[in-house]
């Protein structure tokens, strides 16, 4: 089984940057495809950013464009968010995913498509 392991999380004042990582360990092979998902108090949980191990397509949510982006390490077992301009709007737990995709197919973007999850590491952006 993969299991994920995330960190990173904290409290900044909007317009800081934090970085969030995300380490898998287990039998990692069967996961080609990690993304980031989000949750805020009272909302649904979004999917931030994805990344597609064979050939390093990614996926960047309108909400963060232009503001998060997404990594691996050169093992290709863990991933990087890249969060720069905070927003209190970005405030919320963000939770890590993995899954494995036919390589033929769009890279997946719901929670739904994914299935092994983080714990979640919180991430407060305060005015």
């Known amino acids: 089984l993969v299991q994920l392991l995330e960190s990173g999380g904290g409290s900044v004042q909007a317009g800081g940057s934090l970085t969030l990582s995300c380490v898998a360990s287990?039998?990692?092979?069967?996961?080609?495809?990690m993304g980031w998902f989000r949750q805020a108090p009272g909302k649904e949980r979004e999917g931030v950013a994805h990344i597609f191990a064979d050939g390093g397509s990614t996926f960047i949510a309108d909400s963060v464009k232009g503001r998060f982006t997404i990594s691996q390490d050169n093992a290709r077992d863990a991933v990087y968010l890249q969060m720069n301009s905070l927003k209190p709007e970005d405030t919320a737990m963000y939770y890590c995913a993995a899954t494995y995709v036919d390589p033929r197919k769009s890279i997946p973007t719901r929670d739904d498509e994914y299935d092994y999850w983080g714990q979640g590491t919180q991430v407060t952006v305060s005015s």
């Open positions: 287990g039998y990692t092979d069967i996961a080609n495809c």
